[in-house]
T-cell receptor, first 115, second 115 residues
Framework: DTGVSQDPRHKITKRGQNVTFRCDPI?????LYWYRQTLGQGPEFLTY????????KSRLLSDRFSAERPKGSFSTLEIQRTEQGDSAMYLC?????????????FGPGTRLTVL | AQSVTQLDSQVPVFEEAPVELRCNYS??????LFWYVQYPNQGLQLLLK??????LVKGINGFEAEFNKSQTSFHLRKPSVHISDTAEYFC?????????????FGKGTKLSVKP
């Protein structure tokens, strides 16, 4: 079990550039979540996949954000035309389906700095 | 909708002293409750969770929490802390019904253990 991995761990970009982050979940997990954590705040839910289907999106996810999970395995989160307000830690988590609740395992996060 | 309030943003404590980190939640539906820990430059790790049953739940690293439905609280306690417990702690909730499992987090409490 290698855990949830995220790449890159750090990204510095200039305002207006596009960035893409990758998340590799635990292999048998079919649920995948993206969260954003800004300084002094707890993580905030962005979006959720079950297999390849994106089933829920937060209103925090503006039109500049897009997430995919094309084969139900890894996922990418793209931010177009980055703004300074996008600077945050982007966290990915995965879990398996079942009942009553399945623990979400978090990756180490990608820290984005927009200059 | 659910919300979580962590009443203390920072808690300094001496090594081997007891500690309580406070968490209150608001929800119109039944919830699952969680405490996560985040060490510097790392992802979130689950400490413990309340799903149902006994209101006193025990987690890893000697932590425990008590669910109090009437006070809508889920405070985290440890009888004797170590330097290694220095980290940020997040309380989180998830709706039992109609939820895809996404977590609603509090703003976090930074625990600083001093020698």
């Amino acid at each position: 079990d290698t855990g949830v991995s995220q790449d890159p761990r750090h990204k510095i970009t200039k305002r207006g550039q596009n960035v893409t982050f990758r998340c590799d979940p635990i292999s048998e997990h079919n649920r995948l979540y993206w969260y954003r954590q800004t300084l002094g705040q707890g993580p905030e839910f962005l979006t959720y996949f079950q297999n390849e289907a994106q089933l829920e999106k937060s209103r925090l996810l503006s039109d500049r954000f897009s997430a995919e999970r094309p084969k139900g395995s890894f996922s990418t989160l793209e931010i177009q035309r980055t703004e300074q307000g996008d600077s945050a830690m982007y966290l990915c988590a995965s879990s398996a389906t079942g009942s009553p609740y399945n623990e979400q395992f978090f990756g180490p996060g990608t820290r984005l700095t927009v200059l | 909708a659910q919300s979580v309030t962590q009443l203390d943003s920072q808690v300094p404590v001496f090594e081997e002293a007891p500690v309580e980190l406070r968490c209150n939640y608001s929800s119109s539906v039944s919830v699952y409750l969680f405490w996560y820990v985040q060490y510097p430059n790392q992802g979130l790790q689950l400490l413990l969770k309340y799903l149902s049953g006994s209101t006193l739940v025990k987690g890893i690293n000697g932590f425990e929490a008590e669910f109090n439905k009437s006070q809508t609280s889920f405070h985290l306690r440890k009888p004797s802390v170590h330097i290694s417990d220095t980290a940020e702690y997040f309380c989180a909730v998830s709706g039992v019904y109609g939820s895809q499992g996404n977590l609603i987090f509090g703003k976090g409490t930074k625990l600083s253990v001093k020698p």
